[in-house]
């Protein structure tokens, strides 16, 4: 069973520009979230999605950051016009239905020049 | 919502002695209690877990005790070795949402 999957695994976009992000949960893993690193700092969460739905998006900026999940493929994270500070670790994690426990991917690090 | 706070930020021990981190919080509906560990550069990984019916839990080196009353816990590295060397986050769950709420992480350092 292997793991949670992402990529791109680094991803360097210019300011203005748009970055997509993707996620492919564990086998038979039904719930997806998304959290945000910067350097030398703790995991901020973002949004929870499960197939089709988002659940919780009160973790993510109301403009420019979309997420979904859709019934075929990976979730998909975009950031659209991205800026200086958006430059961080972007990490999803899946977990099974009816549980708490959450296994992260291996992370996309986002460089805005 | 929810808020955890972790303590220390940093951790120097040396090779054999044991490490303890504590984390703290806010939302007495959280029921599950996640620690992580992440080496630079990689993913988080689990390494323990507690849930609010169960007081401590142990997993060879690595205990968790978990005070529902206080709402603190902590995690317990014995006989640590310089592999353990990495970023520890503890974690909560919101009770409301689902997702994790993430303490600011502790750098353990284990010198040989």
């Known amino acids: 069973n292997a793991g949670v999957m992402q990529n791109p695994r680094h991803l360097v976009r210019r300011r203005g520009q748009e970055a997509r992000l993707r996620c492919s949960p564990m086998k038979g893993h039904s719930h997806v979230y998304w959290y945000r690193q910067l350097p030398e700092e703790g995991l901020k969460f973002m949004v929870y999605?499960?197939?089709?739905?988002?659940?919780?998006e009160s973790g993510m900026p109301k403009e420019r950051f979309s997420a979904e999940f859709p019934k075929e493929g990976p979730s998909i994270l975009r950031i659209q016009q991205v800026v200086r500070g958006d430059s961080a670790a972007y990490f999803c994690?899946?977990?099974?239905?009816?549980?708490?426990?959450?296994?992260f991917g291996p992370g996309t690090r986002l460089t805005v020049l | 919502g929810e808020n955890v706070e972790q303590h220390p930020s940093t951790l120097s021990v040396q090779e054999g002695d044991s490490a303890v981190i504590k984390c703290t919080y806010s939302d007495s509906a959280s029921n599950y209690f996640p620690w992580y560990k992440q080496e630079l550069g990689k993913r988080p990984q689990l390494i323990i877990d507690?849930?609010?019916?169960?007081g401590e839990k142990k997993d060879q080196r690595i205990a968790v005790t978990l005070n529902k009353t206080a709402k603190h816990f902590s995690l317990h590295i014995t006989e640590t070795q310089p592999e353990d060397s990495a970023v520890y986050f503890c974690?909560?769950?919101?009770?409301?949402?689902?997702?994790?709420?993430f303490g600011k992480g502790t750098k353990l350092s284990v010198k040989p």
């Open positions: 507690i849930r609010s019916n169960v």
């Open positions: 999605l499960q197939k089709e739905n988002i659940i919780d």
């Open positions: 974690a909560a769950i919101d009770g409301s949402q689902g997702n994790l709420i």
């Open positions: 994690a899946s977990s099974p239905p009816y549980t708490d426990t959450q296994y």
